[in-house]
Each structure stands twice: as structure tokens, then as C-alpha cells.
């Protein structure tokens, strides 16, 4: 089976940056994925890694390391609008997505 | 543009009854998905096409089926709904399944069965 973990909950101030670990043991690998998910709502697309090291998109920044099964979630100036759950996705061999139970991130004023 | 549709928003339903999610995407995508998102255990998947004519079976397909007569439906039938089926139910689907091919999610069906 697939095995993905990332933190319950992680709380931080706004203006602050906040880092989102995800790690996974799955049957093979063809991508990671990160989305958010507001209370309520649908997942949103947010990143895609194939390739090790950094991608960049505005203040979000996604980073894997598929040797270490490792993956991060970068969130840098937090706004209060970032309060949401993120969840991790590792698409394996058979291309499905696998989850992992996702992370509620809360901003503070 | 609409993107994915799912009704009803939400529903009660009597156990032992029957009941289909509606899903319906405009964007011609190839592939399609059903989760179901519980608390603390993420979203799992249900069943899944890859192209019209297509379905296969995902994580927990058991009480649930579906159909891909056309691009763009897939409905998900209960066919004798049981309370452990109460759960948000997401539909999604996705340009292909390989490459950096994103999964596009619905806005979810809320269903209670008691």
C-alpha cells in the first residue's frame, strides 16, 4: 500500500513562512503533487514535482528529494487567506494519486 | 466556463437505499476520478476512468459503481447505501493521466446516510 504522512495541524503569524513536510513510501513514483483545500471547498491545484530540488511559484515554493521519499511545502508571507488544509499527492505506477491526510495550516493575525 | 459540476450539494439518505453523483466536466478532459474524503484519512480513491468506455477499480470501490458512456460524465451509483458511506464526495478529472497532468476537483457532494 501507499504511505503518506505530513503534519495534523501547524499554526504560524501572518507575515511569517511556514514549511510543510511530506513523506512517502509508495509503489514506485511518477510525480508529486501539492493542493489546497479551504474548509468547505474543493482541492486547488497548487504544485508539481517530478525532478529533485526547488520549484518556485510566487510566494509558494514546493521542494523534493526522491531518494530521501521527501517533499516540502514552502509558504512565505503568510496571509490570513492562506488558513487551509494542504495536502500531499504522490501519483505511483499505475498514475493514480495517493493522498496523505493533509496538513490544516492556521494563520494568526 | 463551468469546469466540473457534481449534484446534488448534498443529501440525506435512508440506508438501503439507492442514490447516483452526478459529475459532469466541460473541459474534454480524457480522464476521470472519484474520492471520497473522510476525516483524518484524506481523500482515497473510489473508481476511475481513463478514457470514455473505460473504468477501474481504485482503493475502495466496494458498495460504489460507475459508468463512462461519454467524455464527459461519470456518474457514481450507491446501489444500498450504508451509514460508513457518509462522507464528502469529490469528483475530478485530468487532461491525461501522465507527466504533470493535474487532477481538477468538483466542488463535492456532502452525503448522510442514516
Known amino acids: 500500500g501507499q504511505n503518506i504522512d505530513q503534519p495534523t495541524e501547524m499554526t504560524a503569524t501572518e507575515g511569517a513562512i511556514v514549511q510543510i513536510n511530506c513523506t512517502y513510501q509508495?509503489?514506485?513514483?511518477?510525480?508529486l503533487f501539492w493542493y489546497q483545500q479551504h474548509a468547505g471547498e474543493a482541492p486547488t491545484f497548487l504544485s508539481y514535482n517530478v525532478l529533485d530540488g526547488l520549484e518556485e511559484k510566487g510566494r509558494f515554493s514546493s521542494f523534493l528529494s526522491r531518494s530521501k521519499g521527501y517533499s516540502y511545502l514552502l509558504l512565505k508571507e503568510l496571509q490570513m487567506k492562506d488558513s487551509a488544509s494542504y495536502l500531499c499527492?504522490?501519483?505511483?505506477?499505475?498514475?493514480?494519486?495517493?493522498f496523505g491526510a493533509g496538513t490544516t495550516v492556521t494563520v494568526r493575525a | 466556463t463551468a469546469g466540473i459540476t457534481q449534484a446534488p450539494t448534498s443529501q440525506i439518505l435512508a440506508a438501503g437505499r439507492s442514490m447516483t453523483l452526478r459529475c459532469t466536466q466541460d473541459m474534454r478532459h480524457n480522464a476521470m476520478y472519484w474520492y471520497r474524503q473522510d476525516l483524518g484519512l484524506g481523500l482515497r480513491l473510489i473508481h476511475y476512468?481513463?478514457?470514455?468506455?473505460?473504468?477501474g477499480k481504485g482503493e475502495v470501490p466496494d458498495g460504489y459503481s460507475v459508468s463512462r458512456a461519454n467524455t464527459d460524465d461519470f456518474p457514481l451509483t450507491l446501489a444500498s447505501a450504508v451509514p460508513s458511506q457518509t462522507s464528502v464526495y469529490f469528483c475530478a478529472s485530468s487532461e491525461g493521466t501522465g507527466g504533470s497532468d493535474t487532477q481538477y476537483f468538483g466542488p463535492g457532494t456532502r452525503l448522510t446516510v442514516l
Open positions: 476512468s481513463n478514457t470514455a468506455g473505460t473504468t
Open positions: 509508495t509503489s514506485g513514483f511518477n510525480g
Open positions: 499527492a504522490v501519483r505511483d505506477d499505475d498514475y493514480k494519486l495517493s
